[in-house]
């Protein structure tokens, strides 16, 4: 006998973290709007990840105005493979990413053709700020295109996957690695279709899995089970995450990496209102967490003990 | 004090303040602020009349206001008719609309009352002065009797010789005499109104501007009759010229105007039988009437005290914030995603000002049409700004033929019912096509839907016109809405469809993949 939803009290149970209690009891008091720009434009984050040694994708080109589009077939002559993203781009929106070319035209990953004057459109839309956050004019990113890790290669559909850390007062709090599906179209979101699956903190190994907000165990593309991969360079991850989130000033933050065909973490960007449904990949809320961090983060803990006392917590 | 407690108590004092506020001003509601020397008077119409048909209309025009005197308050009881809605007209016409529900005998009562000062109070809106009347050219006996009074009269005073003429050499026949001009000038006598017609004929002659105007004489008598006056055209300047009473000039305060250019105050199509009474009675002074001064700073608290042809807009803009409050609830307590925070407030407000079928067949229509242009447009790979303006052009193209449409079927919308949606809706046309390209075609109609779904719970409560006379009345109510607001703002529960997303997660550990 399967119920189509939950009661409040078995949510709280589960220690469920809902949006109005993240805006409200996470964003709102940790994450001071002054250092918003730091996530919000991906070219600062790029700089800070700079700062602090954490690899991020080699920037090829900048386009700051529209002057400059005329420019763009001559900035990528060097390159078959680069992505263009927005500088201000939410939730994954406007970004093309070229895997080769076909004669006049690039493919993208996902194996759609584009001409020079599509990107070239697709370019001068951005510009004017069709996908930035607020609508205000944006910068375009040319940047290197990151070859997937294999581990990977039966668990991702035209797309790169990418692992997400989620931090809170600086300590790594859960993680999980977005795999693109034939439906999110390559794409690592999971709104759009993607498939989530938990990663254990110490361990670095995954677990659970959602598609669509719902539980499941295998890849609906490919069949390939979910759990028990572990993530190559997961200290460095871990590591990485945490610099950032300190050289960010935000309490609550998500970190987006993607590992190279080498094994080697990048950082993609940084989100300053993570979503929620990593939850659903876990299988269990973030409020337990939250609790034991906010007891503990005076605490002198060793990180690995912390970490794994987290993990501990379900 | 954390945020939280600040909040329940800021929001606790707000609601405090805005219903103690309201109950304070019901108190002091009733007192008009009156000076030594002002009066109030209570005019009522009662309409008796057949209507042939269901859609049959009866107009009522109501007393203007003048510098000298204003209606605040005005009640109709119209069983068996429903208002139409005017929003925009002339001015200083205002017209009770009113279309029959059904055909047969009904029966329309009306009450103004009016607050007469004698000295200059009041700024007129929409001020008459700009207004044209046509001249006519002089024939027949018309022509014959102004040419010896042309002759008589030098040019500047050529008004007061007619007005003589029409006042002293034009007697005063019964009722039942005929009233048109021809025979009066024959006749040299008319019957009660006869004399302004009269007037206006000659001065229109000769190539003076007048106009007829009906209203009404403030003098306590169950039988009232509309008398009728001329206003004449001179240095720009309408002035008031009522040969019957012996009034040039300027009027008396007493003397309200209805109709300009009829005389009729109630009139209809398809109807028949229409019998029209009409009553005067003075008011008594309200209490305090002795104790209040001249006019005060604080009058601006009072939002009744303005025409009353403001009040359905200011009615309407202050229904606005509780449009707000339902698209609050919406977004944070149930937790449904819309195009834009604010659409679907504006989306019923635009409704409101239609009726919400044409706003709902003007919505469809435009929506589609948009969409179908709006892919045609991405063809061409426009910059945003030029590529939105030539939405919006399509979708003012599509409305213009909606209006044409509409009328051709005999729907004959008000414009205004179409002038506001059109920037929200390329604004939503643009939001849907990004949308459904990022998110794909299910997703940015289930948003759409929901968009609507919301912008119908607005209208639902926009269209309360009822609430919306009671916030103009009582505005700091919404001291309470933005208590209740804030409560919103401070709400940590689970969103209701968080109860539905997360609904895996209530299943025990045991029973699923756990961590290895």
């Known amino acids: 006998m399967k119920r189509g939803w939950a009661w409040p009290g078995e949510l709280r149970r589960a220690g469920v973290l809902g949006i109005n209690r993240r805006n409200l009891d996470l964003v709102l008091p940790y994450n001071p709007r002054a250092n918003f720009p730091g996530v919000d434009d991906k070219l600062q984050t790029k700089r800070f990840c700079e700062q602090r040694g954490i690899s991020v994708p080699r920037t090829l080109a900048v386009i700051a105005r529209q002057g400059d589009i005329q420019r763009f077939a001559s900035l990528v002559t060097a390159h078959d493979e680069f992505v263009i993203k927005p500088a201000s781009g939410c939730e994954g929106r406007g970004i093309i990413v070229i895997a080769g070319r076909r004669g006049a035209h690039w493919l993208s990953s996902s194996g759609e053709e584009w001409s020079l004057d599509e990107l070239r459109y697709h370019l001068s839309a951005i510009l004017s700020g069709l996908y930035s956050l607020g609508g205000q004019d944006d910068h375009a990113i040319v940047e290197q295109r990151i070859v997937r890790h294999p581990i990977f290669a039966d668990l991702a559909v035209g797309g790169t996957p990418d692992i997400r850390i989620i931090l809170y007062r600086g300590v790594p709090m859960m993680a999980m690695v977005r795999l693109p599906t034939r439906q999110s179209r390559g794409r690592a979101n999971l709104h759009q279709g993607a498939v989530a699956a938990a990663i254990h903190l110490v361990t670095g190994e995954t677990f659970g899995g959602v598609h669509l907000g719902r539980a499941i165990a295998a890849h609906p593309d490919t069949g390939a089970q979910l759990a028990g991969r572990r993530m190559p360079s997961w200290e460095i991850i871990l590591a990485s995450a945490t610099r950032l989130a300190e050289v960010l000033g935000l309490g609550y933050v998500g970190v987006d990496f993607v590992l190279d065909a080498s094994g080697l973490p990048v950082v993609l960007e940084a989100n300053a209102r993570p979503g929620l449904a990593i939850q659903v990949a876990h299988g269990f809320g973030l409020a337990k967490r939250i609790e034991w961090i906010d007891r503990h983060v005076a605490d002198a803990m060793p990180r690995a003990e912390l970490l794994a006392q987290l993990a501990a917590l379900g | ?516």
């Open chain 2, 1 to 516: 004090m954390n945020a939280r407690r600040i909040s329940l108590w800021v929001a606790l004092l707000l609601a405090l303040l805005g219903v103690s506020g309201a109950l304070w001003r019901a108190q002091v509601r009733q007192q008009v602020r009156l000076t030594h020397g002002d009066s109030l008077w209570r005019v009522r119409y009662a309409v008796d009349f057949y209507a042939e048909k269901r859609g049959a209309r009866l107009h009522l025009a109501s007393p203007m206001d003048t510098a000298r005197s204003r209606v605040f308050r005005r009640e109709t009881y119209h069983r068996g008719l429903t208002p139409a809605r005017h929003m925009a007209g002339t001015r200083n016409q205002r017209e009770i609309d009113l279309a029959a529900e059904r055909e047969g005998a009904l029966r329309v009562t009306a009450q103004f009352d009016i607050h007469v000062s004698p000295e200059s109070r009041w700024r007129v809106w929409g001020a008459s002065e700009g207004l044209t009347a046509q001249t006519n050219a002089a024939s027949g006996i018309v022509a014959s009797t102004l040419a010896p009074l042309q002759a008589r009269a030098a040019a500047s005073n050529l008004v007061a010789t007619l007005f003589h003429f029409c006042a002293d050499d034009i007697a005063e026949g019964a009722v039942d005499d005929p009233g048109d001009v021809e025979t009066i000038l024959a006749r040299k006598a008319a019957p009660p109104g006869g004399k302004a017609r009269a007037l206006v004929a000659l001065c229109r002659a000769a190539h003076i501007p007048a106009r007829i105007v009906a209203g009404f004489e403030l003098d306590s008598d169950d039988a009232a009759r509309p008398i009728i006056w001329t206003e004449i055209l001179q240095e720009k300047k309408w002035g008031a010229y009522d040969p019957e009473r012996d009034v040039a000039g300027t009027l008396p305060p007493n003397f309200v105007p209805v109709r300009r250019d009829a005389t009729e105050l109630a009139w209809g199509t398809s109807v028949r039988d229409m019998k029209t009474t009409f009553s005067i009675e003075a008011l008594p002074p309200p209490p305090g009437v002795l104790a209040t001064g001249r006019r005060t700073v604080w009058e601006i608290l009072d939002l009744t005290r303005l025409p009353l042809e403001t009040h359905q807009v200011m009615a309407l803009i202050l229904l606005i914030p509780l449009g707000a409050l339902v698209t609050a609830f919406f977004r944070t307590v149930v937790g449904l995603g819309t195009f834009g925070t604010f659409t679907p407030t504006l989306l019923a407000l635009s409704f409101v000002y239609a009726d919400w079928h044409t706003g709902l067949f003007v919505f469809a229509v435009v929506m589609v049409l948009g969409l179908a242009s709006r892919s045609l447009v991405e063809r061409l790979k426009l910059l945003v700004v030029p590529r939105l303006s030539v939405i919006l052009t399509l979708v003012v193209l599509c409305m213009a033929f909606c209006i044409s449409l509409l009328d051709y079927a005999h729907l004959t919308p008000t414009p205004q019912a179409v002038l506001l949606p059109m920037v929200i809706l390329t604004m939503t046309i643009e939001r849907y096509f990004i949308n459904m390209e990022e998110d794909g075609m299910r997703i940015a109609f289930q948003r759409f839907l929901l968009t609507l779904l919301v912008a119908c719970c607005c209208y639902l409560v926009l269209r309360w016109n009822t609430v919306g006379h009671f916030l103009l009345a009582y505005p700091e109510i919404h001291l309470v809405t933005i208590a209740v607001l804030i409560l919103i703002g401070r709400y940590t529960g689970y969103r209701l469809t968080e109860l539905w997303r997360f609904r895996d997660l209530t299943v025990p550990a045991e029973q699923r993949a756990g961590p290895p």
